[in-house]
């Protein structure tokens, strides 16, 4: 009896184990065939994407939008399910990747439009000024042509190549300095709260009647403005814009900083050197 009594038991077990694979084996399959019937869904060609809309592009061809999307909706994810459905393309990172790719675009939004197209809105970069190679000391010199200069923002991203142009006579405003790199295209030319700052104290300039043309600001801290006159003046990141502006009110009684100079009628004074808090030093 002892016997029989152990020899149910372990039967038992064994038709429960049985039972219990079985279970487990119909479930895979289940899953299986499920994820193979969401694979073939994925790729009907009811679902694909045929067509793209773009729309807000200026400076940025259509064409190379599309074929970004393209190329990302290309294949498919683990083998198995379409990239190109319009139920599973991956839009987020589409976007990431357009923003950090194709620096002209500042921002985008992609959505669908109906079950084959997507619609890609984009707002692009303005070009407000322009951030040129070299030195302006020699850049801004006798009107020459002036080559390696590449698009800003009004944040100080630099996004785009600008066209060669000729000295003083072209419309964005030039800034020079802190950028080494060979290629700039995706940098900052400056922090971008410095850079309003920046922007402020050129505009209060001009309002002033003294027409910049050209802005260096250099590693150790140091600015130079150049004005169209021929005249330039030196700061500092140890000076503040405001305590800038008002000692150049406080000198323009004395010093002409806004007539517009010429080889007849040289300036004074060629260089206003503002580095050493209250003592300004004139320099020819």
Request: glycine share 6%.
């Amino acid at each position: 009896m002892r016997n029989n009594s152990a020899f149910r038991p372990s039967r038992l077990r064994k038709r429960r184990r049985k039972i219990l694979a079985i279970k487990f084996g119909a479930v895979f399959l289940l899953l299986v065939a499920f994820i193979f019937l969401l694979s073939w869904l994925s790729k009907m060609p009811s679902i694909q994407i045929e067509h793209i809309e773009v729309s807000g592009n200026a400076m940025l061809s259509k064409e190379d939008v599309e074929d970004f999307i393209k190329k990302e909706t290309s294949g498919n994810f683990y083998n198995l399910f379409s990239r190109n459905s319009i139920f599973l393309y991956p839009k987020r990172s589409i976007e990431n990747k357009i923003l950090a790719d194709l620096k002209k675009v500042l921002k985008i939004e992609i959505s669908s439009s109906g079950l084959k197209s997507i619609t890609v809105n984009i707002t692009e970069r303005k070009p407000e000024f322009t951030w040129c190679a070299g030195n302006a000391d020699l850049e801004l010199k006798d009107n020459k042509e002036v080559d390696g200069c590449y698009f800003m923002d009004n944040e100080g991203k630099i996004f785009s190549e600008a066209p060669k142009f000729s000295g003083n006579t072209h419309m964005h405003m030039r800034y020079f300095g802190l950028i080494d790199d060979a290629e700039p295209i995706g940098k900052n030319y400056i922090q971008s709260s410095i850079f309003k700052e920046i922007i402020n104290f050129v505009s209060s300039l001009n309002n002033m009647g003294m027409t910049v043309v050209g802005f260096q600001a250099e590693a150790g801290g140091e600015y130079k403005i150049y004005l169209q006159n021929g005249i330039k003046i030196i700061s500092d990141e140890r000076q503040s814009f405001d305590k800038i502006l008002k000692n150049i009110e406080s000198i323009l009684p004395e010093i002409d900083l806004k007539n517009n100079y010429s080889a007849d009628n040289p300036p004074k004074y060629k260089i206003v050197d503002f580095r050493f808090g209250n003592k300004i030093f004139l320099r020819n």
